[in-house]
T-cell receptor, first 114, second 114 residues
Framework: DTGVSQNPRHKITKRGQNVTFRCDPI?????LYWYRQTLGQGPEFLTY????????KSRLLSDRFSAERPKGSFSTLEIQRTEQGDSAMYLC????????????FGNGTRLTVT | AQSVTQLGSHVSVSEGALVLLRCNYS??????LFWYVQYPNQGLQLLLK??????LVKGINGFEAEFKKSETSFHLTKPSAHMSDAAEYFC????????????FGQGTELSVKP
């Protein structure tokens, strides 16, 4: 169990630029989740995958956001035309199937939009 | 829809004192409940989980939580606080029919005074 890996750890970008984050889940985990966390708040659910299928997207996930998990392994989260309000910590987590399976989180990617 | 309320955004205790962090949930069906801890600039680490077995759940680092259905509560306790317990704590709920995603509370920041 090497844990969930996220890259990069930090990203600073100018408003209007596109950014892409990568998440490598624990290898045997079928489910992969993306969350967003702003300062002083709990993580907010964005979307999740079961294998390569994206099964749910939050209303928080505007059309500027897109996530993929092309082969059911790693996932990418892209934000197009970034806005200052996108500044946040983006957390990835993975889990096994089954009710009550805990989510295992990566250390996150901190995005700052200037 | 399910939700989680953590009472008290900040709790301060003395080293060696009892730690009590409060969590109440709202769910129309029996939920799965979790406590996570987050240290600065890191992801979330699972402390413990309730999945309908024993109502008193023991976790890592000496923490435990008790599920009380009548009170819709899942409070986190530790008999004796250590300086290393200072962190942000999140309570979360999930339902079996919602793909395992977690809904988090707003978090409680625990400070430990020497």
């Amino acid at each position: 169990d090497t844990g969930v890996s996220q890259n990069p750890r930090h990203k600073i970008t100018k408003r209007g630029q596109n950014v892409t984050f990568r998440c490598d889940p624990i290898s045997e985990h079928n489910r992969l989740y993306w969350y967003r966390q702003t300062l002083g708040q709990g993580p907010e659910f964005l979307t999740y995958f079961q294998n390569e299928a994206q099964l749910e997207k939050s209303r928080l996930l505007s059309d500027r956001f897109s996530a993929e998990r092309p082969k059911g392994s790693f996932s990418t989260l892209e934000i197009q035309r970034t806005e200052q309000g996108d500044s946040a910590m983006y957390l990835c987590a993975s889990s096994l199937l089954g009710g009550g399976s805990p989510l295992h989180f990566g250390n996150g990617t901190r995005l700052t939009v200037t | 829809a399910q939700s989680v309320t953590q009472l008290g955004s900040h709790v301060s205790v003395s080293e060696g004192a009892l730690v009590l962090l409060r969590c109440n949930y709202s769910s129309s069906v029996p939920p799965y409940l979790f406590w996570y801890v987050q240290y600065p600039n890191q992801g979330l680490q699972l402390l413990l989980k309730y999945t309908s077995a024993a109502t008193l759940v023991k976790g890592i680092n000496g923490f435990e939580a008790e599920f009380k259905k009548s009170e819709t509560s899942f409070h986190l306790t530790k008999p004796s606080a250590h300086m290393s317990d200072a962190a942000e704590y999140f309570c979360a709920v999930s339902l079996n029919n919602q793909g395992g995603k977690l809904i988090f509370g707003q978090g409680t920041e625990l400070s430990v005074k020497p």
